[in-house]
């Protein structure tokens, strides 16, 4: 079925096109359909997926995958309507396409393509015809091979319409398809193309005659027409190996001399072919609309498979990672606990040792204070004074009490100055030297003043 004319975005092109048993993958990129590559393979093995297959790649840079209908008879008919407008064309197609073509409408995909200037016969129209079930097996061939197919066509549309077609007369086209040698007859009037038929040959020595008879034909249908005069010239387009063989039978059929134009290479008709996909993908393509709308539907859905696979892998590395890092983290960790317990065990060692210090200093320290405290009472003491008690409590404080003649009060006054005044080293032994009040009591008859000082050690910091 026709479909309306689309604008592609593509900016390269593969064709594939089978051959003597083989499948020649041709690759072209740009409108101008310049070669990049070439790559064969045999029919029944799997095309290279960068030739071939579709994937991220295709949304930034889209390329057209080009197939040529191999085996698959395609049928070929030029039509004449009267009509200007290009867009009309499809509508009026379908009113003639039963009648145009050899199989049931419902069995056959169809396609056109505008192959000149409106004249006085009409517009004509390139009408092309292929079963449906012809396509579809190649189209599941193709699939199983990993070729995903945009546009379907028959390399003969290209050379027709690539062919120049400027003098009054006949052309007959012969094109080696697949495993089918096709003949095709087409006649010009008045520069314009008026009759595109496709002749069955025999395979014997009856095929120049076939042909004359179908060139006469045409020319009385012409004359009946109006639109064939005099003898037409003949032209034969097909490649080296055909015109060596079939140009001189079909000038003894004929009477006379015929024109020979060696045919593009099919590397030449596959650059058209991208050109004219390039101009207007739906030109000429037999590719089915639903099997179009099914690949691009499984190429999305390819697209959001592998999108979604993508990010569940790029999910999962970041999980193994995060987990990595994590195990890593752990066994620095475990690492540093280990160091730290064994820095613990040090700190807490040297706690003990440093409190083990402290106390030998401590009781150092008090040793010394109580000798420097008997030392300093001893030097200060005046010889008037008797000495009854010097009580060294808790290395902080000294008591000391004592007599003196009542006429001695002053000695003990002195004494008290003295030990305040008392230095070890650069500091004063004592803080304080509070002097309690003095008593008076009699021993033995003679009379004493009982005295007392309350001493705070100064003592230094350990």
């Not at 029919?43 to 085996?71: F, S």
């Not at 080296?240 to 059929?253: F, G």
Request: charged content about 25%; aromatic content about 8%.
């Amino acid at each position: 079925m026709a479909r309306a004319p689309r604008k592609p975005r593509f900016s390269s092109c593969t064709v594939l096109a089978e051959a003597a048993g083989r499948s020649h993958l041709r690759a072209f990129a740009g409108q101008d359909a310049r070669p990049i590559g070439e790559q064969e393979a045999g029919v029944e093995e799997a095309l290279p997926v960068k030739w071939a297959g579709k994937g991220w790649g295709q949304l930034l840079r889209p390329r057209l995958n080009l197939a040529w209908i191999g085996d698959q008879p395609v049928f070929l008919q030029l039509v004449l309507l009267p009509t200007d407008d290009p867009a009309e064309v499809p509508a009026m197609l379908e009113l003639q396409l039963e009648k145009l073509s050899p199989v049931p409408v419902g069995q056959v995909v169809w396609s056109y393509e505008i192959v000149g200037q409106r004249s006085n016969a009409g517009l004509p129209v390139l009408l092309t015809l292929a079963e449906r079930n012809g396509l579809e097996r190649q189209l599941s061939d193709l699939e199983r091979r990993g070729f995903c197919t945009d546009r379907l066509e028959s390399p003969l549309v290209t050379l027709v319409t690539g062919t120049d077609f400027n003098d009054d007369g006949a052309t007959i086209f012969v094109y080696q398809s697949g495993t089918r040698q096709i003949c095709l007859v087409a006649w010009v009037a008045d520069g314009v193309l008026r009759v595109l038929n496709r002749v069955n040959l025999a395979e014997d020595d009856r095929w120049p005659r076939q042909l004359v008879d179908e060139l006469t034909r045409l020319a009385w249908a012409g004359e009946l027409e109006g639109w064939s005069k005099g003898t037409p010239s003949v032209r034969l387009i097909a490649d080296a190996a055909v015109l060596a063989t079939w140009r001189e039978p079909l000038e003894q059929a004929l009477g006379r001399s015929i024109e020979v134009e060696e045919r593009p290479a099919d590397a030449e008709l596959a650059a058209a072919s991208v050109r004219r996909a390039f101009r207007d993908l739906n030109a000429g393509n037999l590719l089915p609309a639903e099997q179009a709308a099914r690949y691009r539907q499984e190429f999305t859905d390819r697209l959001w498979m592998g999108g979604l696979l993508a990010l569940a892998a790029a999910y999962l590395v970041c999980v193994l990672i995060y987990l990595g890092a994590v195990e890593v983290q752990k066994f620095r960790q475990g690492r540093m606990a280990d160091q730290l317990a064994a820095v613990n065990q040090q700190y807490t060692n040297t706690l003990r040792l440093k409190a083990q210090a402290q106390v030998l200093q401590e009781t150092v320290n008090l040793r010394y204070a109580a000798l420097d405290c008997w030392l300093a009472t001893v030097e200060a003491m005046p010889e008037d004074l008797s000495l009854e008690n010097l009580t060294f409590s808790g290395g902080q404080s000294l008591v000391i009490s004592g007599t003196a003649p009542a006429d001695r009060e002053s000695k003990i006054t002195e004494f008290w100055q003295a030990l305040k005044r008392k230095v070890v080293g650069n500091t004063n032994l004592f803080s304080e030297v509070q002097l309690r009040p003095t008593s008076l009591k009699t021993l033995q008859g003679v009379p004493q003043i009982q005295w007392s000082f309350n001493c705070r050690i100064q003592r230094p910091e350990i």
